[in-house]
């Protein structure tokens, strides 16, 4: 059997210290997963069962890249994420096996048209062209839990062109990375090569062509990502 056209190139991110890269299956995201950014985004952070998003497994950006501003939008905002990588799925996973999966976690930065977002979410239409567009899921080296665990706290931080804009800490997230994927589990087979995007803490701002943004977390190094012209 072959394709009637070329199938498109496997998707995938790279590994800290190696040549080899992760191939990316799906890109699972989280919503207000930090009370003080529920906040600020106008929504009660109580404790709501975690909703989630997706974005294509070829939006991945690599550390170090120009991304170029989008179009249709005026308000393309940065949000850095903890990223974790499962090396195994399957569905209804217990919150006390889920870490069993994880492959490894990376620094992250979940770009968003928020304009689109926000009109989409106040229409009761989809997220996806506010959140899912090309190149909007930056996703630094992987770094396998055999080298770094399971961090479920420590700071995470942003700058835009050395200013500060996110300050927070891991043990901040209203759900663990265990409850995600149990979470998860229930609503979709979750297989290897899934990539978890695990919320952004308060802060979130706009960028604008020429800046430079900066997502560290303690243990997993940063990523460095330039906001090209327009598209
Ligand atoms: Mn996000």
């Given at each position: 059997m072959g394709y009637v056209i070329d199938p498109a190139p496997q998707a995938s991110v790279a590994v800290a210290g190696s040549e080899d890269r992760f191939p990316v299956r799906r890109i699972y995201c989280v919503g207000r997963n930090y009370a003080a950014h529920a906040r600020e985004m106008g929504?009660?952070?109580?404790?709501e069962p975690p909703f989630f998003f997706a974005k294509p497994a070829n939006a991945v950006v690599d550390d170090n890249e120009t991304v170029a501003?989008?179009?249709?939008?005026e308000n393309f905002h940065y949000e850095a994420e903890l990223i974790v990588a499962l090396a195994s799925g399957g569905v209804n996973i217990p919150e006390d096996e889920a870490e069993s999966h994880i492959w490894g976690y990376a620094v992250g930065n979940d770009l968003t048209r928020r304009d689109i977002q926000l009109k989409a979410r106040d229409q009761g239409r989809p997220w996806d062209m506010g959140k899912g567009f090309d190149r909007s899921a930056v996703i630094g080296p992987l770094h396998p839990v055999s080298e770094?665990?399971?961090?479920?706290k420590g700071s995470i931080k942003l700058t835009v062109n050395g200013e500060v804009k996110q300050d927070a800490d891991?043990?901040?997230?209203?759900?663990?990375v265990p409850e995600i994927i149990s979470y998860l589990s229930g609503l979709v087979e979750l297989k290897a090569g899934d990539v978890i995007m695990t919320g952004t803490p308060a802060g979130v701002g706009a960028m604008v062509p020429g800046d430079v943004c900066v997502v560290s977390i303690d243990g997993l190094g940063q990523i460095t990502t330039t906001i090209g012209p327009k598209a």
């Open positions: 929504k009660d952070p109580d404790r501003y989008p179009p249709q939008t770094v665990g399971h961090p479920s891991l043990e901040e997230l209203i759900w663990s």
